[in-house]
């Protein structure tokens, strides 16, 4: 019945990793936009992130990447946020933190569309 192989990603611990990406002119500065996704993922799984930590007995914190992309001739930056999440919750998660997102970048979305 099943032709390609099923990985189970929860084995071992329910939580895998995910995250969010923002897209931002090329001029922006990088790193405030790093502190406030982080801000933003702390606020919603940041106690989920140090409990597996101390459990782990590892450091488990978000991790940001920014890269540089082009849309025809025109640069822009994806700056993306990664977090450990209930596997059992992703979307409920990541909608959780996109409206944080969404509301800490409120005045740069509204100024730059008016």
């Known amino acids: 019945v099943l032709t390609q192989p099923i990985v189970n990603f929860t084995k071992g611990s329910a939580l895998v990793w995910d995250h969010v990406t923002v897209r931002i002119p090329a001029t922006a ?3 405030s936009v ?3 996704l ?3 993922v702390n606020e919603v799984v940041g106690r989920l992130m ?3 930590a101390k459990k782990w007995k590892v450091e488990v914190k978000p991790e940001t990447r ?3 992309e082009y849309a025809g001739s025109k640069p822009h930056l994806d700056v993306s946020v990664r977090y450990l999440v209930d596997a059992r919750a992703i979307l409920a998660t ?3 933190i996109t ?3 969404i509301g800490k970048f409120k005045k740069e979305l509204s100024s730059s569309t008016g």
């Open 29 to 31: 500065k990088v790193t």
């Open 34 to 36: 790093e502190k406030r």
């Open 38 to 40: 982080v801000e933003c």
């Open 50 to 52: 140090q409990e597996a």
């Open 66 to 68: 920014a890269t540089l």
């Open 94 to 96: 990541k909608t959780e």
């Open 99 to 101: 409206k944080k997102v």
